[in-house]
């Protein structure tokens, strides 16, 4: 790995307390600025957004273009524009899988960090640049770039 400093965004679900103690194991790797600050809104922030909307008669598409929504949008693309690599750390909803194809689309490294076995197999999986079962795993592959995918799909 180089000597730099690279940033990471860890992406995943606000219901996930997983999300901290992930961030925390990854910074103690050394060289990676971990940015998981959105989890700080805490567990219920989408329920009690679309909750104060409904509350104002907005329907999902007005609420979208919202104060709110904008903000939050565009505090997470900053982010995710300056990081280098994506971990996506699983169950995560479709916002999730949105961010880790954004920077996939931009050319970065995109990890997928399954929780279990998935009961559903899906092929596109296979955008990212590696697909993990194994915290460990993961870890080798951010500390050498390359060399871990390159012995696991031989």
Do not use: C
Not at 115 to 140: I, S
């Amino acid at each position: 790995m180089a000597s730099a400093v690279e940033t990471l965004y860890l992406i995943g679900s606000l219901r996930s307390p997983e999300i901290r103690t992930l961030g925390n194991k990854i910074r103690a790797l050394g060289g990676f600025d971990v940015v998981e600050d959105w989890h700080a809104a805490g567990s219920n922030a989408d329920t009690e957004w679309q909750e104060y909307e409904q509350q104002r008669g907005r329907t999902y598409l007005e609420a979208i273009r919202g104060l709110h929504a904008k903000h939050v949008f565009e505090f997470d693309l900053k982010h995710i524009t300056r990081a280098t690599i994506g971990v996506l750390m699983l169950p995560a909803g479709k916002s999730a899988h949105m961010e880790l194809g954004y920077m996939l689309g931009q050319r970065k490294r995109g990890y997928v960090l399954f929780d279990k076995e998935p009961e559903r197999y899906d092929v596109m999986y296979q955008f990212a640049t590696g697909l993990f079962m194994k915290e460990e795993d993961l870890f080798a592959e951010l500390k050498s770039p390359g060399q871990y995918i390159k012995e696991y799909y031989k």
